[in-house]
């Protein structure tokens, strides 16, 4: 008989955590582990609909009942999957207390303001979770020469279409200097210095402002309706 149970360890958020520890430990310093738990958790967030399925203080509780039955019932009883990965992140840390540290970090990260861009640049796995829309935004866009600014280009992809509401308002959200250079850069193709991306016709778009889970609802303002400048 097959059990599906291993699939709460080895996809949903439980591994989307461990991995970000696994990311920070491999990045040797270049990534900081609290960094990764602020993304996760701003990821986890952005949308109303993600926050009524799974509250983050519900991952962190999740983390806390691994941590119990790794204790009770040993490392036999999970995926080897999920094993090999927690093994990656801890290093010499035991698996059940590294869990409970992972838990603390996530609800100490939820209880904090949202991280702004300029503060927290997007990884490239945030932006490709957030905003799928954008893949190829560079090379599709502004590459090939068809837009000779980088605001016509960016007023023709948020044109009536398949796709635009969401490449519109994740091209609303990006300020220029979070994207430049930083690893959503990869995820939108906007890895070409010899573009003069960022340079010609460039302009500030809005970004999205911090908020206190629980205390209210604060939104984006809304992207450019087509025909308007950037």
Request: aromatic content about 8%; charged content about 25%; hydrophobic content about 40%.
């Given at each position: ?88 992140a801890?290093d ?10 992972l838990?603390?970090?996530v ?22 979770a ?15 020469g ?43 193709g ?12 460039s ?19 809304s ?8």
């Amino acid at each position: 008989m097959i059990s599906h149970t291993g699939t709460l360890f080895n996809d949903g958020p439980l591994r989307r955590v461990v991995e970000a520890a696994v990311r920070a430990r491999e990045s040797q310093g270049a990534l900081d582990l609290d960094d990764e738990v602020r993304r996760f958790v701003r990821t986890a967030g952005a949308a109303d609909s993600s926050r009524w399925v799974l509250p983050v203080v519900a991952v962190a509780a999740l983390l806390d009942h691994t941590a119990d039955l790794l204790r009770s019932e040993g490392v036999a009883f999970f995926p080897r999957e999920f094993t090999e990965r927690l093994d990656k992140a801890r290093d010499d840390v035991p698996g059940e207390e590294f869990l409970r540290t992972l838990a603390g970090r996530v609800r100490m990260a939820d209880q904090e303001l949202d991280a702004g861009f300029d503060e927290l640049p997007l990884a490239d796995w945030e932006a490709a979770a957030r905003f799928p829309e954008l893949l190829g935004f560079g090379p599709n866009w502004i590459y090939d020469g068809e837009f000779p600014l980088l605001s016509e280009a960016q007023v023709a992809f948020r044109s009536p279409g398949p796709g635009s509401r969401g490449a519109s308002f994740g091209t609303a959200l990006f300020p220029l200097s979070c994207v430049r250079g930083g690893g959503s850069a990869r995820v939108l193709g906007l890895g070409n210095p010899a573009s003069g991306f960022g340079v010609r016709g460039s302009s500030a778009v809005v970004q999205p402002v911090g908020k206190r889970r629980g205390v209210g609802k604060t939104f984006p303002p809304s992207p450019p309706r087509y025909g308007e400048q950037v």
